[in-house]
């Protein structure tokens, strides 16, 4: 197996921060040191003092670079999934859009078609809809929201895995359906939902523990019924996706929701559609008109956000600036939070026997360079 030392490295992961050494062998982390190995004769790369850290995971995105998943097109799949790496992403869940079943599909077979060789791995899809509350769209086309269908979820998983569904668990059956995508091994999320608190509690027996995009398309706060914000704040143990581009969320918001819960229950996600590594223009999304402009993407008609421009390199940047925690809390829902919220395991830490995914960032949270199962397979010019 092929050896390699990443040195004058300031090692970042879960719970350490330290200036070391990181070994890999073949594919897969061997150690980290605080001094190099005398006579090492594998390849170095020389991190120059930058911070090294997990390659980040990104549950929630539906595009970049002028390409989104939902147009089933296996060469734009092939675009995001490759471009992902600039930003420090080595795992993600090409995410959909509420569509009809038959485009649903496309998208699916589009992944399935990618050989993960050059790129992010992709474990499974994330399919955002299109069982939402028609009240609730946000950027989401009604003419294909659905009630949930426990069936479709089976033909759809059955072209690729599907590992996440975002769904509004106050519609008919929302409380059951938790329980049945978990017995597919299917991670129950919800948003696009006017859900109740008690209507939450119902799904959250049935084994709901996510939230998708936390705060936006999803019930308040409110002083005589908490809603799902206050959900989110209150259970400890639900995970929630957080899109922190300071637009989505506000900086109080974000300072507020980091006291309350712990990076090992916050995702950071992109939430990023199409124009994302793109300029200000005309875009579209789920065939809807989208007009980005200082890098906020809003509906044409109605002026809704519709999804970010968010790179997860960014928004790393943007909690550790605005929260004051230290880097290895903050690194956790970039990595190692995402993986658990999915039950992924072997990846999103510096760990011995972890899978070499690992991205080399300057201290302006640039990413230099970046790893897939040792293999450098980005690397900025």
Do not use: W
């Amino acid at each position: 197996m092929a050896l390699t030392m990443i040195k004058n490295a300031r090692l970042v992961s879960a719970g350490i921060e330290f200036d070391g050494v990181l070994m890999i062998d073949g594919n897969k982390i061997d150690a980290l040191l605080e001094k190099e190995p005398e006579n090492f004769s594998g390849k170095v790369i020389d991190a120059k003092g930058d911070y090294v850290m997990p390659g980040f995971i990104d549950l929630h995105c539906h595009g970049r670079n002028n390409c989104d998943f939902s147009d089933g097109d296996a060469e734009k799949t092939r675009t995001i999934l490759d471009h992902k790496l600039e930003e420090g992403v080595t795992t993600m869940l090409p995410t959909t859009l509420t569509l009809p079943e038959k485009d649903l599909a496309a998208t699916l077979k589009s992944v399935a078609s990618y050989d993960q060789k050059t790129g992010c791995k992709v474990p499974g899809v994330h399919l955002e809809g299109p069982f939402i509350n028609p009240k609730c769209l946000g950027a989401q086309n009604p003419d294909f929201v659905r009630a949930a269908d426990i069936e479709e979820i089976k033909r759809l998983n059955a072209i690729f895995p599907v590992k996440k569904v975002t769904y509004a668990v106050e519609m008919p059956g929302g409380a059951a359906f938790a329980g049945k995508l978990q017995k597919l091994g299917i991670t129950p999320s919800c948003t696009h939902s006017a859900a109740k608190y008690d209507d939450f509690v119902a799904a959250y027996r049935s084994g709901l523990r996510n939230l998708s995009h936390f705060c936006n398309q999803m019930t308040a706060l409110h002083h005589r019924d908490i809603g799902l914000v206050g959900a989110g704040l209150l259970h400890h143990d639900v995970f929630t996706e957080f899109i922190c581009d300071k637009l989505h969320i506000s900086v109080p918001m974000i300072q507020l929701v980091f006291q309350i819960k712990k990076c090992d229950h916050v995702i950071l996600i992109s939430d990023a559609m199409r124009a994302a590594g793109m300029p200000d223009g005309d875009y579209t999304l789920g065939g809807l008109p989208v007009v980005v402009k200082e890098g906020a993407a809003r509906l044409r008609e109605g002026g809704a956000l519709a999804g970010s421009t968010l790179l997860i390199s960014t928004a790393l940047k943007n909690i550790y600036e605005i929260t004051g925690l230290p880097l290895s809390e903050v690194i956790k829902s970039a990595t190692s939070t995402p993986a658990a919220s999915i039950g992924l395991s072997g990846v999103g830490k510096l760990q011995a026997g972890f899978a070499a995914d690992v991205v080399i960032l300057n201290k302006d949270f640039v990413v230099q360079t970046a790893m897939v199962d040792g293999e450098v397979r980005f690397r900025r010019a």
